[in-house]
Structure formats: structure tokens, C-alpha cells
């Protein structure tokens, strides 16, 4: 069985350009969301040696797959980042309503990357 693809839209504040991002279902397999997507993204496309504070920093926002089934608890984004407090990947968990109307309209996540004006 093939596991579908993760669809993430890709914000650069910098540039202004809003772009698709596809994970490829082998990938998005093992981190399927929620704080292992965050981890993921974060590790293949930011440099590890980059300042928190800086506008180089990367947001990521994700749900986990089950987000909109009828499941306690399910209705979950994670926001990771790198931290300025720890200087390490940190991250948090936010419910409401939110989660359900980003997978609703097909997203798996936001990645969020650059300094707007």
C-alpha cells in the first residue's frame, strides 16, 4: 500500500512567494505530522548552526494525519521552531479549530521562512 504524499505550502516573507511543497509519501510515512514533520522539515532545510532570532529561523506548523476524525484529542497542531531560549528545536501544541480547517483544505502544514517588511 502506498502511503500519500504530505502537502505543505511553503510562505517566504521575504520574497513573498507562496509555494507547494510535496513530501513523498515513503517519506512522509515515517513523520507523518505533528512534531516529527516539524523535526524533519527543520533538519533538511535549515542550517543548524543558524541564529534563533534571526530571520533565517524557520516556523513550521503541522497536523497529524488523523486531525478530523471523530477521535478525542485529534485536533492538533504543532508549531516547531528553533528556540532562543534553548538554542534547540523546540516545540508546542495549539487545539481549536484551526488544525481541522488546514487539513480540511488538503494541508498537512505551513512552513513559514524569511522577514517581511
Not at 510562505?11 to 507562496?18: R, Y
Amino acid at each position: 500500500m502506498r502511503f500519500p504524499d504530505g502537502k505543505l505550502l511553503d510562505i517566504d516573507l521575504t520574497n513573498g512567494e507562496i509555494k507547494k511543497k510535496v513530501i513523498p509519501g515513503e517519506v512522509y510515512r515515517l513523520y507523518p505530522g505533528g512534531s516529527a514533520l516539524g523535526l524533519y522539515i527543520l533538519l533538511n532545510d535549515m542550517d543548524p548552526k543558524v541564529d534563533p532570532l534571526s530571520p533565517d529561523n524557520i516556523l513550521v506548523l503541522s497536523v497529524s494525519p488523523l486531525v478530523g476524525f471523530p477521535i478525542s484529542g485529534a485536533n492538533r497542531m504543532t508549531a516547531t521552531t528553533k528556540s532562543p531560549l534553548t538554542n534547540t528545536i523546540g516545540d508546542s501544541q495549539a487545539g481549536g479549530f484551526f488544525p481541522a480547517y488546514l487539513k480540511g483544505n488538503g494541508w498537512d502544514g505551513i512552513i513559514i521562512r524569511g522577514k517581511a517588511q
